[in-house]
């Protein structure tokens, strides 16, 4: 069983930046990708970013450039660096982690197995 809490999440203007934080807990073993998801008002839940055990990590054309996914394998922990806000970036923000391997792109919430409760991001224009 695995647990995983996001943090980081808040208030912040258009041009701005902000870290989120997932941890995760349980026997996590080392999970083969790590992504994150975001879900607005009235949207659909999107993939936003994973990242490999490899390291090798993936983005939506939407945040490319100006999000970065890391982890911290040591600490069983995946981070969201998110520069270069803007307001359609508002949304709760999920953690999600993978623990089979697979071949596959894993921007779909199927592709998931645990989820997070998820953390508010609000962008101000």
């Known amino acids: 069983q695995v647990q995983l809490v996001e943090s980081g999440g808040g208030l912040v203007q258009a041009g701005g930046s902000l870290r989120l934080s997932c941890a995760a807990s349980?026997?996590?073993?080392?999970?083969?990708?790590m992504g994150w998801f975001r879900q607005a008002p009235g949207k659909e839940r999107e993939f936003v970013a994973h990242?490999?055990?490899?390291?090798?990590?993936y983005y939506s054309d939407s945040v490319k450039g100006r999000f970065t996914i890391s982890r911290d394998n040591a600490k069983n922990t995946v981070y969201l660096q998110m520069n270069s806000l803007k307001s359609e970036d508002t949304a709760v923000y999920y953690c999600?982690?993978?623990?089979?391997?697979?071949?596959?792109?894993?921007?779909?919430?199927?592709?998931?197995?645990?989820w997070g409760q998820g953390t508010q991001v609000t962008v101000s224009s």
């Open positions: 999600a982690a993978r623990l089979r391997s697979g071949s596959s792109y894993y921007t779909a919430r199927y592709e998931y197995d645990y």
């Open positions: 990242i490999r055990s490899s390291g090798s990590t």
């Open positions: 349980g026997r996590t073993g080392s999970s083969y990708v």
